[in-house]
């Protein structure tokens, strides 16, 4: 059974950056595709970014276009979110999430993971 653990989480002020971390542990499968989530009080969880392992194909919601990165280590099933020019819309909590088998093919939203992580707190301020 994978587990995922996110890092990286924390404060930062407006206009600064974070980085997230995400490792899979539990399983030598390697995911086929991994991605972020963030859910916002009252809010609900909406995709950041997302990568297909196999072929490195990145996906990004248009409101962290141009700000945010996504990478991975795919040999270790490791994520990475570098968050840069952080603004206060961007608080919320990070999921990381995982999906081991083919499926449908998309990897587009968050009903199409099996795996998620505990999620890690990112608090931008003015």
């Known amino acids: 059974q994978a587990q995922l653990e996110e890092s990286g989480g924390g404060s930062a002020q407006s206009g600064g950056s974070l980085r997230l971390s995400c490792a899979a542990s539990g399983t030598t499968a390697r995911a086929y595709c991994m991605g972020w989530f963030r859910q916002a009080p009252g809010k609900e969880r909406d995709k950041v970014a997302y990568?297909?392992?196999?072929?490195?194909?990145?996906k990004y919601a248009d409101s962290v276009k141009g700000r945010f990165t996504l990478s991975q280590d795919s040999a270790k099933n490791e994520l990475f979110l570098q968050m840069d020019s952080l603004e206060p819309e961007d608080t919320a909590i990070y999921y990381c999430?995982?999906?081991?088998?083919?499926?449908?093919?998309?990897?587009?939203?968050?009903?199409?993971?099996?795996?998620w992580g505990q999620g890690t707190q990112v608090t931008v301020s003015l």
């Open positions: 999430a995982a999906r081991f088998y083919r499926g449908s093919g998309y990897c587009g939203t968050a009903g199409d993971y099996d795996y």
């Open positions: 990568i297909y392992t196999g072929s490195g194909s990145t």
